[in-house]
């Protein structure tokens, strides 16, 4: 017999992150992570860090922080919202902007996590079919909905949509909040961005993350950039959440890698460099491989199932992601990785397939 | 005329923690800070931080941390939840489990984030009065309720609720959530937290933060214990959230806090004293000042307003904190710091009361 408190439990079925090995000697290329570790000028403080700040509470509004992503992006700072992590950002937009009657829409292959937050926050939503080549349709998002998100590079796909697409999606829906998660927007060409388009729609939520292209998931540091009234909504919420979500360590170290911008567009010319290499091995072993604007390639193996090559890559130590769904269990997403951690991956390739 | 988007947007009305003054000669005495800085093993471990280890996700169970907390308690793993602040944590379990019809319960004067958090995600709450000694009176609680939550001791008084009242409140109420918050219990005489009651009773949680007594409140670090099955139901919600809270540093310095235990309890001593010797010196001067067993005093002065003092206070460089509503405005929470800085206080309020 179970308890009556039971009745009122919030029963839901987690997100499932990549696993997380602690074995050193693990090729982890499973949760795109940037291999390169962050800016030296990040490591300067980390020597110095001084605990006895720790007492005091961070800054609530975390306004170092801020300040430097707005000087960045050419923004004010009271346009920019920082949270642990993209998933935080997300999931405070979700309560904020989520609260139609309508469904909210985004891609039926996408982030796995906008569904599970969904059915937790209770709004209900509609997956909106990728075209045969994987693309976003725009005039599939031209119906009534109570918003919109999607990524951009999309994943697990690595695809790019262009700005046009982008844009007209946003134009086409004027009455929702427009959510693009641009996670992986670094690795893709110049210009793809549409932070700047947040001037000339009310109604655009571009969302950023350090865990990919600053190399920093360790210090969960996302970040949104959006006109100032819907700021202050996602503000609003929350701070009557936790007031104080950004550590002083995530602050403090957060602040100095945006201040070293040349490290950051080195290293992501390098992954961006290997990847296209990776490419064309994969390509030359048979694989089908999505056209990547991400730092992760998507691939389907011709001679043997995506299945087989992912259990036997994690036997031989080599840690990709598998997504068993119909729609995408024939690929592998591929985090790309050192180029000597990616000439193993090929080596170990040319042995199995 | 606004957009129609904005009918879709979740108001609300945030909470607002206390001033943080980056002026390092404000005497800070309204957050309930520790002053004494986190234990030198914490120090040890933040000059060597190598920045190499932040490209990587942190451990998303904070296993490390978890195991500490765990082990020097005397509880399994399984019994514990770590969260960014324990208003992360109480905000997790809020959504958890008070998904009832039925108000939930909390006393009239307590930690404001309550009402906060229950207008935010919609619950119904009503607020229990204290009695005319701001005590919590069992007998309240026998109504029918979707949960309670109540600090112990409670906040801003500092009153301590006896085991017994506890223990009354959560045998009467086994058909809801209980949640003790004992944020401030390490000042509170040994013996008087429930944790043990969780062994006993299945409706019981009680929530623990590192921002008082650990001295670590730029670390956002809380927790939770309960039994297995609670605090499977809190993390499957925040795996729906987002899958990794608590970044790399906050997990190994929050671990480096439990394991020494003496810096720990030296500070506590040394905290417990000067709040004995001020609240004498208060009274001296004529204060109230409510028994306290937190590391605050609750006190009302007696020849001039709690708004005077407040203000003069604060132009004298000494920050207090004031709550204007009907119940409190007579009163001010005033945080134990250093004996030097509770000497300053002494001094201001003997030249101004």
Redesign the interface.
Known sequence: MS???E???????????GE?P?DKNII?LN?N??????SPK??EL???????????????TAGDLVRALAKYHGFKPEEIFVG??S??VL?MCF??????DKEILFPNITYS?YP??A??LRIKYRTVPLDEQFNIRPEDYKAPN??IIFPNPNAPTAILASREVVEDIIASN????VIVDEAYIDFAEEGSSVIDLTRKY??LIVVRTY?KSR??????IGYAIANEKLIK?I????????????????II?GTASVEDDEYFKEKIEAIKKTREWFTEELKKLGFKVLPSSANFVFASPKTKTAAEVFEAAKQAGIYVRYFKAPLTKDFLRITIGLDEEMKKVVDFLKGFC
């Open positions: 308890a009556v408190w009745q009122n439990v919030r029963r839901v079925v987690p997100y499932v992150a997380q602690t982890k949760t992570e940037n291999p390169y570790g962050p990040v490591q980390a020597d110095h860090m001084d605990s006895d700040i720790f007492k005091k509470y961070p800054d609530q642990v992590g998933d935080d999931a309560m904020t902007f989520f609260n139609s996590f599970v937050w059915e937790m109570g918003g004027r009455d929702s909040i009310d109604n865990s190399s920093m998931a360790g210090l969960r909504y503000n609003d919420v929350k701070y009557s959440y936790n007031s104080y979500t950004m550590n002083t360590p995530s170290l």
